[in-house]
Nanobody
């Protein structure tokens, strides 16, 4: 069992940066592929980024590549999402998730269905 707690969200202006954190407890994070998702009001949850267990592999939503960066510090049991050049359309609740599944590629982790554990989410609001 893994408990995930996101932090770092808030209200910012367009063009600003934020770094979200996802702290895990209960089990060591290094046994999980980690992902970030987001959900805007009235929309489905969408994939943002994922990172492999050791941190050597990452994948991003095509529309976010270049602005968002996922990273992890397994010694601190924490995953991060650095978000730069924020836009009003980035406004959403951001969730981190942990997947115990083993895969030869990272692509399956773009789907929310493969994740076993989810945090409660942190709100990011970007004003224009």
């Amino acid at each position: 069992q893994v408990q995930l707690v996101e932090s770092g969200g808030g209200l910012v202006q367009a063009g600003d940066s934020l770094r979200l954190s996802c702290a895990a407890s209960g089990r060591t994070l290094s046994t999980y592929t980690m992902g970030w998702f987001r959900q805007a009001p009235g929309k489905e949850r969408e994939f943002v980024a994922a990172i492999t267990r050791g941190g050597g592999g990452t994948t991003y939503a095509d529309s976010l590549k270049g602005r968002f960066t996922i990273s992890r510090d397994n010694a601190k049991n924490t995953v991060y999402l650095q978000m730069n050049s924020l836009k009003p359309e980035d406004t959403a609740v951001y969730y981190c998730a942990a997947a115990g599944r083993i895969s030869a590629t990272i692509n399956p982790f773009r789907s929310p269905g493969v994740y076993d554990y989810w945090g409660q989410g942190t709100q990011v609001t970007v004003s224009s």
